[in-house]
């Protein structure tokens, strides 16, 4: 039995069609660094003119850009990377050519068509990824390249009905993507407005009671009087001088990472918190925390300790803003949670079309199969009637060869 040899085929091909053999190079010819550079060398000097190659051996460090002026695929890679890389060969600085053609070769009735589809589903799953754009937004806004292989897909596909298959798969994948995405919205918007808001809510409730105590208990301490005395370490100071001096002081001896407790001001607990990063903050605590950034001054110390104590009604406004946001948030997850998928009747439609061309496209299968072994059958039956089959390569004559014999 015989066998098969690509590169020889369109080798003998182009030199039917007048382009001499001398010019042709295989890639796989060169199997030492000196004979690569030696044949790309030639390749820019024009001596050879056309390099036949696999992805891999044509890859990195094939540089014969110069004087290219045409690229031909003639199968088709697993992967769009691939073809990036391929024709990375030509589409670079260098080459001395305003515009290079393309081609790309498909076998109508053959795998081709499903080796495309499989490349431009993945060309849709790498833009999505390397634009940064959402689900619905890439599905529905496919790049050049992509579109660029459906394209050749459709062509290498004959039966109509195939390539309603390959569309109608291409939009059921796009609409169960969007169902996906619906979902995952759909179950964190209900998540949000039943557990997540609601605790936010009770949470900032919470701790506004607090401040409201905080300000009355403050209040009353102001009311008996308003003159400066802290207590540190067991001693009452009056002085904010001296205050703020022994705060410090007791600042000093508290450990890194830990919020330490040194002083009691106006029946609220002065605290000191350290932190790794070198920043130190003062917490006045009540029946909630109020923190400033710690000062190195003893008397800065204590201002920022009674500014902060003065100005505890100032998270009241805060806290009420808060929860006016997380109140409209949750009526916003639960308006979005209450809408129903948009494309839901498409799905539909196209699910049952979808199940219907997989019946039809398996019935023609069968038949075609069933025809194949009554014809085999006949054939074994009638040995005498079998006809030789004899391949028949499409010819079209070329200027090429007559173009030099004119010109010698």
Known sequence: MGSFDV???????????????????????AKTDAQRDALFREMRAGTKKILLGSTDKCGTGVNVQTHLTAMHHCDCPWKPSSIEQREGRRLRQGNENDEVAVYRYVTKGTFDAYSWALVENKQRFISQVMTGKSVSRTCEDIDEAALSYAEIKAVAAGDPMIKEKMQIDNDVQRLKMLKSTYDSQHYAMQDSFMVKFPKLIAAAEAKLQCVHEDVRERDKRLAVGAEFSIRVGGMTFAER?????????????????QTTEVAEYKGFAVLVEKN???????????KTEYKAELSTSPVGCMT??????????????????????????????KADYEKPFPYEEELKTKLARQFELDNLLDMENRKSLEEKTEMEVSGMQNPGEQSEQVPHVAEQPCRYGAGREENR
Do not use: W
């Open 7 to 29: 590169y020889n085929y369109i080798k003998t091909e182009l030199v039917r069609q007048g382009i001499p053999a001398g010019e042709i190079a295989f890639i796989h010819d």
């Open 241 to 257: 001088v001296d205050g703020g001096t022994a705060f410090l002081s007791a600042v000093s001896k508290c450990k890194t990472g």
């Open 276 to 286: 790794f990063m070198g920043a130190n903050y003062l917490v006045l605590r009540g």
């Open 304 to 333: 920022r300790m009674e500014n902060l104590f003065n100005g505890i009604q100032e998270k009241i406004q805060f806290l009420e803003e808060r929860l006016e946001k997380y109140r409209l948030d949750m009526e916003q997850a």
